[in-house]
């Protein structure tokens, strides 16, 4: 160290490095880009490595006024998806020196209560699904710098939008379903007002009424397994030519159609196909395994916390949305005859 015992400071590295301290806290609190080259940065990351310099983050907190702590927002934590969301965040998070604080809206209905005495003074920015846009509301997070997930970019309650491709995902499940031959279709909706689950609907009804000779009906069910299966059991019990293909909102609207099909005598996929929307660990625990669209939630996670720190920069988020991929599997046949 280059005071002996004692602790290193950020002179001893700019002395080190042959640069201002003013330069080493632009570099190490990752704010260089445009205002030092990438050349000194890596030599006053070289010097810190050198010294075993670590910047002490509580005093440089209480100087600048902010706590380093981001709020994620999500509807529930009954599925893996919004844990997978959580991981990708907290990831890049830990790699700028903040922490990730989750806080669940069961259903997006709002939370039972405020967990912060002010968001505003706890919080530096927040990142939140638009399913849990009341809870959002609830607590002020609209007031910070703020990141939305699934949300409409052109109607969002303010902030940056980070999405996941769903449009995508519903065409390639529709052209898939399509090239098997299907034609009559049940949509199996999450009932949940929500701009991620209008786009599937709205994706859904586009794709086929641009195909002849098809049909769709929809019904919709809260996002839960038995919910699905009356749901789908009243639907398929209906009078009239039953659908040769039920196109779910989610993987465990997909388990509950299951359930249906089965009740009434039929199997999956000789009798009705059956996709899903998620690629949860549900999907390859049910038989037939389900076909439906995989959705990189840590990716999701990450795209959210880095589009949060470019706020947070000044600077503008990455854009485009998330692809994502149709996976095949047995669920999913050529329709029966009649």
Not at 63 to 88: I, K, M, Q
Not at 92 to 117: D, K, M
Not at 186 to 201: M, N
Request: proline share 6%; with cysteine.
């Amino acid at each position: 160290m280059a005071n002996g015992s004692t602790r290193p400071t950020s002179r001893d590295v700019a002395q080190a490095a042959g640069v201002s301290q003013a330069a080493v806290s632009l570099v190490l609190g990752e704010k260089w880009r445009g205002r030092v080259s990438a050349a000194t940065a890596e030599r006053v990351r070289e010097a810190a490595r050198e010294l075993g310099y670590r910047p002490n983050l509580a005093a440089r907190n209480l100087r600048l006024g902010h706590t380093r702590t981001v709020l994620l927002v999500v509807p529930a934590l009954t599925t893996e998806f919004f844990a997978g969301v959580y991981t990708g965040a907290a990831r890049v998070a830990a790699r700028h020196g903040f922490g990730v604080v989750l806080y669940p809206s069961p259903e997006g209905i709002g939370p039972a209560r405020n967990p912060f005495a002010s968001a505003q003074a706890a919080l530096d920015g927040v990142i939140a699904s638009s399913m849990a846009a009341d809870a959002l509301t609830a607590i002020r997070g609209d007031q910070l710098p703020l990141v939305m997930l699934d949300s409409d970019p052109a109607g969002s309650i303010g902030g940056a939008t980070v999405n996941l491709d769903i449009a995508d995902g519903v065409r390639q499940v529709t052209e898939h379903l399509l090239g098997l031959g299907h034609r009559r279709f049940l949509h199996l909706a999450a009932d949940i007002a929500s701009w991620t689950f209008e786009v599937r609907a709205h994706e859904l009804a586009t794709r086929l009424a641009g195909t002849p000779g098809t049909s769709l009906r929809t019904v919709r069910a809260h996002i839960s397994i038995d919910a699905a299966r009356t749901a789908a059991e009243t639907a398929l019990a209906a009078r009239g030519p039953r659908p040769t293909a039920i196109i779910c909102d989610d993987d465990k609207l997909a388990a509950g159609a299951y359930k249906a099909v089965r009740r009434l005598g039929l199997s999956i996929p000789d009798d009705i196909s059956v996709t899903g929307l998620d690629d949860l660990a549900l999907a390859t625990a049910i038989d037939p395994e389900l076909t439906t669209v995989r959705l990189d939630a840590e990716l999701f996670g990450e795209r959210g916390m880095q589009a949060l720190l470019a706020v947070l920069e000044g600077r503008e988020p990455e854009e485009g949305d998330i692809p994502v991929q149709l996976v095949v599997r047995g669920s999913t046949a050529p329709p029966s005859a009649p």
